[in-house]
């Protein structure tokens, strides 16, 4: 997509940008219930954002595609978050963030991405490169399983 930039998120997005990962998350026909117990693990932080590890794509007329946060950690960081505009995904606006997020990683002197993925998720990931590692349960729903996977930087 030519016509997106990435810049990093800017104090005060927070709220916005949560939102956004919570309209993307819906996507996968979750229902209202679902995605009102997740939300808050679908936060945009000020620390996130204070510390440059939150990315924003946007259009050329400002519009928000996309948000990825990451965290780091020793040798492995994660991608803590990737959501895209419900308007604009399969239009490379998560590609874009996701080579950004392994790019960030590899600056702060990780060797590996992780990514627990939503299992709707998981075949972009896997397409972008990532390997699945391992099952691992939810932290949100007992008995729910999610992707682990991981990608060499």
């Given at each position: 997509m030519?016509d997106v930039r990435l810049r990093?998120?800017r104090?005060?997005?927070e709220?916005?940008?949560?939102?956004?990962?919570v309209?993307s998350k819906?996507?996968w026909?979750?229902?209202?219930?679902f995605?009102e117990?997740?939300?808050?693990?679908?936060?945009v932080?000020?620390e996130a954002?204070h510390e440059?590890r939150?990315?924003?794509a946007?259009?050329?007329?400002?519009?928000?595609?996309?948000?990825?946060?990451?965290?780091p950690g020793s040798?492995k960081?994660?991608l803590d978050?990737?959501?895209i505009?419900?308007?604009?995904?399969g239009?490379?606006?998560?590609?874009?963030?996701?080579?950004?997020?392994?790019?960030?990683l590899r600056?702060?002197?990780e060797?590996?991405?992780t990514i627990?993925?939503?299992?709707?998720?998981?075949p972009?990931?896997?397409?972008?490169?990532?390997?699945r590692v391992?099952?691992?349960?939810?932290?949100?729903?007992?008995?729910?399983?999610?992707?682990?996977?991981?990608v060499?930087?």
């Amino acid at each position: 997509m030519s016509d997106v930039r990435l810049r990093p998120a800017r104090p005060g997005e927070e709220d916005a940008l949560s939102e956004l990962c919570v309209k993307s998350k819906a996507v996968w026909g979750y229902d209202a219930g679902f995605l009102e117990t997740v939300a808050p693990y679908l936060r945009v932080t000020a620390e996130a954002i204070h510390e440059g590890r939150a990315t924003v794509a946007e259009s050329d007329e400002g519009e928000v595609l996309g948000v990825c946060q990451i965290e780091p950690g020793s040798d492995k960081g994660t991608l803590d978050l990737l959501f895209i505009s419900p308007t604009a995904i399969g239009k490379g606006v998560g590609h874009l963030l996701f080579e950004h997020a392994k790019d960030l990683l590899r600056a702060r002197g990780e060797t590996v991405m992780t990514i627990l993925s939503d299992p709707y998720a998981e075949p972009a990931y896997l397409h972008m490169g990532a390997k699945r590692v391992a099952m691992r349960p939810s932290d949100v729903f007992n008995g729910r399983e999610l992707p682990w996977l991981e990608v060499e930087l």
